[in-house]
Every structure is written in C-alpha cells, then in structure tokens.
Nanobody, 115 residues
C-alpha cells in the first residue's frame, strides 16, 4: 500500500524558512519522480518542484532561487527547503509520486507565511 506522509508545514514570518518532508512507503522510491505542488485558497493546484529518478530537478519560476528540492533514496524521503518565504507562498503543499501514469498524492501540509 502506497503512503506519502508530509510534514514540516507551519506558520512563519515573511523572509523565514521551512523544510517540508515527504516520507514514502510501499513503493520503490528510487524509481519514482517525486514532486511538490501547492494550492492556495481559490486557486488551482500548481507544480512547485520536481525531482526525477535520475536526480534532475525542475522548479517553477516563482520559487527558483528560493526553494530547493532534494531526495534521500535510502530514507525514501523527498524534501523541500523553502527560504525567503513570501506571503504569496501561503498554500497547502502536496507531495506527489509518479511512475509513468501511476500517480499518488499525499494529504498535504499547510504553509502560512505572515507579512
């Protein structure tokens, strides 16, 4: 059974940092593309960052230079280090794993950035 457990969300002031974690189980982690998405109130869910099975990464323009995605295949965990946070980063952040068309989402963790 696939499980994704996100953690690390919370309330932080603008300019601060948070690190999100997503621990996976029930999958061969190293074969999966792991991604972070976010969804702000009243907005569509959007891609934040992706770490592919070959360790290549992709970032949305809005977070480049501030966020870093990384993965530890030995711990079956993907991280999102978020620095220089802005109020517009406030959202529920979701972890997603995918291999081809096989996709699974975590339940999300709230990140709130106060001005």
């Amino acid at each position: 059974q696939v499980q994704l457990a996100e953690s690390g969300g919370g309330l932080v002031q603008a300019g601060g940092s948070l690190r999100l974690s997503c621990a996976a189980s029930g999958i061969i982690f190293s074969l999966n593309t792991m991604s972070w998405y976010r969804q702000a109130p009243g907005k569509q869910r959007e891609l934040v960052a992706t770490s592919s099975s070959d360790s290549s990464t992709y970032y949305a323009v809005a977070v480049r230079g501030r966020f870093t995605i990384s993965r530890d295949n030995a711990k079956n965990t993907v991280y999102l280090q978020m620095n220089s946070l802005k109020p517009e980063d406030t959202a529920v952040y979701y972890c997603k794993r995918s291999v081809g068309f096989d996709v699974y989402w975590g339940q999300g963790t709230q990140v709130t950035v106060s001005s």
